[in-house]
């Protein structure tokens, strides 16, 4: 057994969608970043496998949705079924899978998570970072040398086994953060003495992947399915494959008396199938090769870890910090969104950029949301669960109870509609200038054409996750001579030595490392062209804007009203690194924006 040392910036246990998300996001932002994983491999079938609408946009920020799109299935409608008056099944409302009316993608695309982990393994490898299979984190403590809260010290120290190796070997890592995103049995979480607060209900489900032979019309859309004989619900997947959640009747028989735990060996795919039957009764399914490619059964749990981290050293992430039900697809993308919102802010600490306090917004944004998720799920599961109405059962669900359900969740679980609270780097002071735009949420998708070329862009398409935070200069219409000189005013006071560009963007005007800086003008583009901007705002001629129709009319116009800017007033909107709205100013609030910033960036 041979022993070695080594130094790193953040080490990340567990190679799951949290795992690649962060490894990947890091590496891209230049930290020194391992991931390891016990598995001696990724996953090859099963498990997670839908991608919301918010989860795809944030794929698009770094460049990877393309590969997901091309691999993966598309779901654009949603179907249900309830009981009919013969005792079967009739389909009752048909209705796009996406209501949430900002969406940028009205669809949902379904992959195997094995196939998702891997386009962000390939993009970590094109940055010098490779998952480590085959490892096993043996034991974590923290230096009594040295002070937590200084980003340079190596407080973190971890002993990995490798154990793939022809003699099996021990590695001493000392890492200055640990991120655990080794999933609902975390051993990360559990060395760092972290609890989980929540329940495990009695509802037990059953899930299996085949390609069907069925007569159901419905089997390629989102299907719910509510009948005498219980629920279930089919998610259609690539590769003509199906997904079927089953929810289990005997569930007594499941349970293992000696742990009081689902018992995999108690059941199998067959029987599952018998009760998929008699849920779609009179309808039929079987499997049309025989090959069933993977199955499981469950119990749901709804849980989330009473922190998130521990001395602001030691974090954990996705499943080792929250657990719910399947039913609206929020695991593999919840999980993601967590490590999204980590990501940027170790990097801004390690690089000297931010204080260590910007750590805590981590804990503080990401509980918030999985307790609201559970909150979700708990009203949402309990629809699933629950016996649909009858003249003999008139406490049961109605179908327009759970319509109303799936309309009313529609921005949570799209994603979405995901807010956080107000922070150190989210103040919503000046909300009132951006009707339209809520700070705390994503920026709202909408297509504004370029100056120079009247090309047509979409904003969040100029909002990659670099690592950059993006100014928004909206300076109304620059045709007109008093906004023009309300623009030059605003590029005046960015100039000056002390302005938050100079203080805080760390590089010369337009190659800002921290920063980055967009201006639309509300004029039209026959009024103006990109020289009309004052010098400051076009180090580049692609970084000023005009809210038009492109040449062909079909895109672009009305961005200001829709983001309910005032036209000739404007404002500065300032997105975080992740894509989420931080801070609305007034076009001259220079000051206000360097405070902003001045809270948490040094």
Same mark, same amino acid.
């Given at each position: 057994?041979?022993?070695?040392?080594?130094?790193?910036?953040?080490? !990340?246990?567990?190679?799951?969608?949290?795992?690649?998300?962060?490894?990947?996001?890091?590496?891209?932002?230049?930290?020194?970043?391992?991931?390891?994983?016990?598995?001696?491999?990724?996953?090859?079938?099963?498990?997670?496998?839908?991608? *919301?609408?918010?989860?795809?946009?944030?794929?698009? $920020?770094?460049?990877?949705?393309?590969?997901?799109?091309?691999?993966?299935?598309?779901?654009?409608?949603?179907?249900?079924?309830?009981?009919?008056?013969?005792?079967?099944?009739?389909?009752?409302?048909?209705?796009?899978? !996406?209501?949430?009316?900002?969406?940028?993608?009205?669809?949902?695309?379904?992959?195997?998570?094995?196939?998702?982990?891997?386009?962000?393994?390939?993009? #970590?490898?094109?940055?010098?970072?490779?998952?480590?299979?085959?490892? +096993?984190?043996?034991?974590?403590?923290?230096?009594?040398?040295?002070?937590?809260?200084?980003?340079?010290?190596?407080?973190?120290?971890?002993?990995?086994?490798?154990?793939?190796?022809?003699?099996?070997?021990?590695?001493?890592?000392?890492?200055?953060?640990?991120?655990?995103?080794?999933?609902?049995?975390?051993? !990360?979480?559990?060395?760092?003495?972290?609890?989980?607060?929540?329940?495990?209900?009695?509802?037990?489900?059953?899930?299996?992947?085949?390609?069907?032979?069925?007569?159901?019309?419905?089997?390629?859309?989102?299907?719910?399915?509510?009948?005498?004989?219980?629920?279930?619900?089919?998610?259609?997947?690539?590769?003509?494959?199906? @997904? *079927?959640?089953?929810?289990?009747?005997?569930?007594?028989?499941?349970?293992?008396?000696?742990?009081?735990?689902?018992?995999? /060996?108690?059941?199998?795919?067959?029987?599952?199938?018998?009760?998929?039957?008699?849920?779609?009764?009179?309808?039929?399914?079987?499997?049309?090769?025989?090959?069933?490619?993977?199955?499981?059964?469950?119990?749901?749990?709804?849980? +989330?870890? =009473?922190?998130? /981290?521990?001395?602001?050293?030691?974090?954990?992430?996705?499943?080792?910090?929250?657990?719910?039900?399947?039913?609206?697809?929020?695991? #593999?993308?919840?999980?993601?969104?967590?490590?999204?919102?980590?990501?940027? =802010?170790?990097?801004?600490?390690?690089?000297?950029?931010? $204080?260590?306090?910007?750590?805590?917004?981590?804990?503080?944004?990401?509980?918030?949301?999985?307790?609201?998720?559970?909150?979700?799920?708990?009203?949402?599961?309990?629809?699933?669960?629950?016996?649909?109405?009858?003249?003999?059962?008139?406490?049961?669900?109605?179908?327009?109870?759970?319509?109303?359900?799936? =309309?009313?969740?529609?921005?949570?679980?799209?994603?979405?509609?995901?807010?956080?609270?107000?922070?150190?780097?989210?103040?919503?002071?000046?909300?009132?200038?951006?009707?339209?735009?809520? +700070?705390?949420? @994503? #920026?709202?998708?909408?297509?504004?054409?370029?100056?120079?070329?009247?090309?047509? *862009?979409?904003?969040?398409?100029?909002?990659?996750?670099?690592?950059?935070?993006?100014?928004?200069?909206?300076?109304?219409?620059?045709?007109?001579?008093?906004?023009?000189?309300?623009?030059?005013?605003?590029?005046?006071?960015?100039?000056?030595?002390?302005?938050?560009?100079?203080?805080?963007?760390?590089?010369?005007?337009?190659?800002?490392? +921290?920063?980055?800086?967009?201006?639309?003008?509300?004029?039209?583009?026959?009024?103006?062209?990109?020289?009309?901007?004052?010098?400051?705002?076009?180090?580049?001629?692609?970084?000023? *804007?005009?809210?038009?129709?492109?040449?062909?009319?079909? $895109?672009?116009?009305?961005?200001?009203? =829709?983001?309910?800017?005032?036209?000739?007033?404007?404002?500065?909107?300032?997105?975080?690194?992740?894509?989420?709205?931080?801070?609305?100013?007034?076009?001259?609030?220079?000051?206000?924006?360097?405070?902003?910033?001045?809270?948490?960036?040094?």
């Amino acid at each position: 057994m041979t022993v070695g040392e080594s130094y790193v910036d953040v080490l !990340v246990v567990g190679a799951g969608p949290a795992g690649v998300m962060a490894a990947n996001a890091l590496a891209g932002a230049g930290i020194n970043v391992r991931i390891v994983d016990k598995r001696p491999s990724g996953v090859l079938v099963g498990q997670a496998d839908g991608i *919301l609408p918010r989860t795809l946009e944030v794929l698009q $920020s770094y460049g990877l949705l393309e590969k997901v799109l091309k691999k993966g299935n598309y779901i654009l409608k949603s179907t249900f079924y309830n009981p009919s008056a013969d005792g079967g099944i009739e389909p009752t409302a048909r209705t796009a899978i !996406v209501n949430a009316p900002t969406a940028r993608y009205h669809y949902v695309i379904t992959l195997h998570q094995g196939a998702i982990e891997e386009i962000f393994i390939e993009s #970590m490898r094109e940055r010098g970072c490779n998952v480590e299979h085959a490892t +096993v984190p043996r034991s974590l403590k923290f230096s009594e040398v040295g002070d937590l809260t200084d980003p340079k010290v190596f407080p973190v120290k971890v002993v990995l086994e490798h154990t793939n190796r022809d003699d099996i070997s021990t590695e001493v890592v000392k890492a200055r953060y640990i991120l655990g995103s080794d999933g609902g049995h975390s051993w !990360v979480r559990k060395t760092l003495g972290i609890e989980m607060d929540g329940d495990v209900t009695d509802s037990i489900w059953g899930v299996l992947d085949i390609i069907p032979d069925t007569n159901l019309p419905d089997y390629r859309n989102q299907t719910f399915i509510h009948s005498h004989a219980g629920m279930m619900f089919i998610i259609p997947r690539e590769d003509d494959l199906v @997904r *079927l959640y089953i929810q289990q009747s005997d569930t007594a028989s499941l349970i293992d008396p000696a742990t009081g735990r689902v018992d995999k /060996s108690r059941t199998n795919p067959e029987k599952l199938l018998a009760q998929a039957k008699k849920v779609m009764s009179p309808y039929d399914i079987e499997i049309k090769d025989g090959h069933v490619r993977w199955w499981t059964i469950y119990v749901v749990g709804q849980r +989330v870890a =009473k922190s998130y /981290s521990v001395h602001d050293r030691a974090f954990i992430a996705g499943d080792a910090c929250h657990t719910h039900s399947p039913k609206a697809g929020q695991g #593999m993308n919840a999980s993601m969104g967590d490590t999204h919102n980590l990501a940027w =802010k170790l990097a801004y600490v390690l690089k000297g950029w931010a $204080s260590t306090s910007l750590l805590k917004t981590y804990e503080s944004e990401r509980r918030t949301f999985a307790q609201e998720l559970i909150s979700f799920d708990k009203q949402w599961s309990k629809l699933f669960t629950g016996k649909p109405r009858t003249e003999a059962n008139q406490d049961g669900v109605t179908h327009e109870q759970f319509m109303s359900a799936f =309309k009313t969740f529609g921005g949570f679980s799209s994603g979405i509609g995901i807010r956080y609270e107000p922070s150190l780097i989210v103040n919503p002071t000046h909300q009132e200038l951006a009707t339209g735009l809520t +700070v705390g949420e @994503r #920026m709202v998708p909408h297509v504004f054409i370029r100056a120079a070329d009247s090309h047509p *862009l979409e904003i969040q398409d100029l909002l990659p996750s670099d690592t950059r935070f993006k100014v928004l200069a909206f300076g109304g219409d620059i045709s007109i001579p008093e906004d023009r000189a309300r623009l030059q005013n605003l590029a005046d006071g960015l100039e000056k030595p002390g302005s938050f560009v100079k203080r805080y963007g760390r590089g010369e005007n337009g190659k800002w490392e +921290v920063l980055d800086l967009l201006t639309f003008s509300s004029g039209k583009e026959d009024r103006i062209g990109h020289l009309d901007f004052p010098a400051f705002f076009r180090p580049h001629w692609s970084k000023v *804007l005009l809210d038009d129709f492109d040449v062909h009319g079909r $895109s672009g116009g009305g961005g200001y009203a =829709k983001y309910g800017i005032d036209e000739h007033e404007g404002a500065i909107v300032v997105v975080r690194p992740d894509g989420y709205i931080g801070f609305v100013a007034p076009l001259d609030g220079v000051e206000q924006v360097q405070s902003y910033f001045s809270s948490f960036l040094l």
